[in-house]
C-alpha cells in the first residue's frame, strides 16, 4: 500500500511539516506502508489548461503520475484568504477524475485564525466528494499558535489528533483492500 502525503502549497513550510509527521506515524507504527512525501515547494508544477492530463510533461506529469500511482492520501493546505491554497487546487484539476475514486483521503489545514478549520468541511470534503474518495472522519487544523519557535508542533491535543488521523486512514485502507479482494 502507498500513502501519498501531499503538502498543497508552494510557500511556507508548516503545512508539510504536519503531513510529514502523519506520514512518520503511519510509517512507525505499520512498517509495511509505503509513504511518500509530494511537496508542491520541489516541483515546477504548469497549471492546469484542460488538456488530457496524459499529454503534461515534465514535473508536472511525475506529479500527476504520482498522485494516480498512490492508494490513499493525506492532503494538507495552508488557508489562504479562507480557502485552500491555488497550488493545490491546480494539482486537483490536473489529475484526472479516477485519480481518487473509491480511494481514502484524509486532510490537514494550517492557518492563522481558528475558524480556517471549517475550509476543511466546506471545501476540501466537498471536492473529495466529486472524486468519489472516501473521507477520514477526523482531521487535523493547526493554527500557527500550536508551533514552537524550531517549527514543531508543540501541542499535545494537536500531536494526539494527527495520531488519531494517521490510524483512521490506515483502518479504512485495510478495510476497503479487504472488500475489494473478496
Known sequence: MKLLGISGTITGSKTAVVVNRVLKEVQNNHPGIEVKLLDLR??????????????????TKKVIELVCSSDFYVV????????????????????PLSAFRSKVMGFIATGGTYQHYLVIENQLKPIAGYFRAYTTPGYVYVHRDHFNKDNEIADTDVLKRIENLAAELVFMQKGLKKESCM
Open 76 to 95: 494538507g493546505t495552508p488557508i489562504f484568504q479562507a480557502s485552500l491554497t491555488g497550488a493545490l487546487k491546480n494539482l486537483f484539476d490536473l489529475v
Open 42 to 59: 520541489q516541483y515546477d508544477v504548469q497549471f492546469c489548461d484542460g488538456r488530457d492530463p496524459a499529454q503534461y510533461s515534465g514535473d
